[in-house]
T-cell receptor
């Protein structure tokens, strides 16, 4: 089976940088993705890493180390609107590189303070 | 273009009743997923479709839950003999496909909040 661990809460101030970590255990690995969810809203795709290294998309970057079964989401120049829950997710490995079943972590609630 | 839509947005039902939740995916997306989310938790996979067929229904908790996608577009999640433990937000998502990166970029609808009293 698969399991993911991420901190339940993180607090930071506007303009700062915050890192949300995710460690995973899978029998097969095909990539790590990140989703953002505002209170009462739908999860929104942020990024995907299949290979080691850093992927940058504007203020958000995502990092993956497959040897450490670890990834993180980095948010720079924090804004109040970044207050939300952030989920890491992996594909269920039973289907190999096919199949769409995602396993989500419990989520990290980010609070951005003025 | 239009995103994923779900109806109803809220559903309150009595224990033991039958409910249907509808999902209208993004046009052209061949894969459709159902998840369930409880407060403070991540989405929990229920079932996904590739076209009209259920490719993986391993997440359905029991035989009271059933989903269909008869024409490869709109899907309906059906719950029989509802129980209080079924109360959750039911999320639908769609993606262009299920191979490679396609399945990692899933587009979610706003969800249906189901409350069983």
């Amino acid at each position: 089976g698969q399991s993911l661990e991420q901190p339940s809460e993180v607090t930071a101030v506007e303009g700062a940088i915050v890192q949300i970590n995710c460690t995973y255990q899978t029998s097969g690995f095909y990539g790590l993705s990140w989703y953002q969810q505002h209170d009462g809203g739908a999860p929104t795709f942020l990024s995907y890493n299949a290979l080691d290294g850093l992927e940058e998309t504007g203020r958000f970057s995502s990092f993956l180390s497959r040897s450490d079964s670890y990834g993180y989401l980095l948010l720079q120049e924090l804004q109040m609107k970044d207050s939300a829950s952030y989920f890491c997710a992996v594909r269920d490995s039973s289907e190999g590189d096919q199949g769409g079943k995602l396993i989500f972590g419990q989520g990290t609630e980010l609070s951005v303070k003025p | 273009g239009a995103g994923v839509s779900q109806t109803p947005s809220n559903k309150v039902t009595e224990k033991g009743k039958y409910v249907e939740l509808r999902c209208d995916p993004i046009s052209g997306h061949t894969a459709l997923y159902w998840y369930r989310q409880s407060l403070g938790q991540g989405p929990e996979f229920l079932i996904y479709f590739q076209g009209t067929g259920a490719a993986d229904d391993s997440g359905l908790p029991n035989d009271r839950f059933f989903a269909v996608r008869p024409e490869g577009s709109v899907s309906t999640l059906k719950i029989q003999r509802t129980e209080r433990g079924d109360s959750a937000v039911y999320l639908c998502a769609s993606s262009r496909g299920t191979s490679g990166t396609s399945s990692y970029e899933q587009y979610f609808g706003p969800g249906t909040r189901l409350t069983v009293t």
